[in-house]
């Protein structure tokens, strides 16, 4: 591998100038700077990008910490968010905290360690309030007034489904899901989808355990057993919904026929899947883009910024029957 001091010698010049002229840093002549060039691309020189950043106290690596890759929400968009930061010559370091605070703690600070341009993470645990000056960004949760923050409309989706199932001739609601220790985006989708259906007139049961993001079978199997009747359900996600359509099949009951389900995410995209879930879809390229953009502005220009909340979509889909 070429050194910059082989660099320097066939240029003519001192180690100082082609420093210059690869961090476009301080006055160099034209004349000197081709043959700086010159040099760099008859040798095929790679500047190493870690170890000059590190000499100005940061890098071009930014950190994801996400609770999980396994789930599909999470792996869509810590996919987006790479892409973004590629484009924006950054390069992405992968935490992936498997829901342990321990790990996102450990994490966090190894980040810092490496001197990355900033943070963006989602963490659905009591996360203490970092003492750190780096840019952050946070996504479906605030874990500091300190920190931009991304979500969707979770509020707005709660109310659509309520809305949906009402129109569908449903009174028994249900919301069934994952609880969460401390307030996230969450407890959003399912508060406006009580009070919806409250408004409404209808009844409504939320059943929630805290468990982990691979365990819905489970919370389905225990609601079940409970024998709590319901007609209408909104899932704290698709995989939830799954969950429940697979069981109340196994107890020969029918989607949408003998009661009618709505998840939350938009994961499920792939029209092979049958039957198609109706959905509140999250925008996840869009909350992905936006918290890069946000990020890299916080980087670029320490500009204060302002929290995003990006709007949903209802996706109808074949668990919901027309509308009456």
């Not at 930014?62 to 930061?85: C, D, M, N, R």
């Amino acid at each position: 591998m070429q050194t910059i001091k082989e660099v320097a010698k066939m240029a003519g010049v001192g180690l100082g100038t082609v420093s210059r002229v690869l961090n476009d840093s301080g006055y160099v002549k034209e004349s000197t700077r081709q043959k700086v060039l010159a040099a760099v691309e008859a040798l095929h020189y790679v500047p190493n990008d870690v170890a000059r950043n590190l000499r100005h106290q940061s890098t071009r690596f930014v950190g994801l910490i996400i609770p999980t890759i396994w789930h599909p929400f999470f792996s869509k968009l810590a996919y987006f968010i790479e892409q973004e930061l590629y484009l924006a010559d950054y390069k992405m370091l992968l935490c992936n905290s498997e829901q342990a605070l321990e790990k996102e703690l450990r994490y966090f600070e190894m980040l810092q360690k490496s001197q990355v341009a900033g943070i963006i993470m989602i963490s659905y645990n009591d996360f203490p309030e970092p003492q750190s000056d780096l840019p952050i960004v946070t996504i479906d949760r605030i874990i500091s007034p300190r920190f931009l923050h991304v979500s969707a409309d979770n509020s707005h989706g709660g109310e659509l489904a309520a809305q949906a199932l009402v129109q569908r001739g449903c009174r028994k609601l249900l919301f069934l899901g994952s609880a969460s220790p401390v307030p996230t985006e969450v407890n959003n989708r399912r508060e406006a989808f009580v009070r919806q259906a409250r408004e409404l007139g209808v009844a409504c049961t939320v059943y929630e355990e805290t468990v982990l993001l691979n365990q819905e079978m489970t919370v389905v199997q225990n609601f079940l057993a409970q024998d709590i009747p319901f007609d209408g359900a909104l899932t704290s996600s698709d995989l939830f919904a799954a969950a429940l359509i697979k069981a109340m099949g196994d107890r020969g009951r029918a989607c949408p026929e003998d009661f009618q389900v709505i998840g939350f995410d938009g994961i499920q995209d792939n029209p092979y899947f049958k039957p198609i879930l109706a959905t509140i879809r999250q925008p996840v390229e869009k909350m992905a883009r936006k918290s890069v953009e946000m990020l890299l502005d916080k980087i670029n220009n320490q500009a204060a910024g302002e929290d995003t909340i990006i709007d949903i979509e209802f996706f109808a889909g074949e668990t919901i029957k027309p509308i009456l």
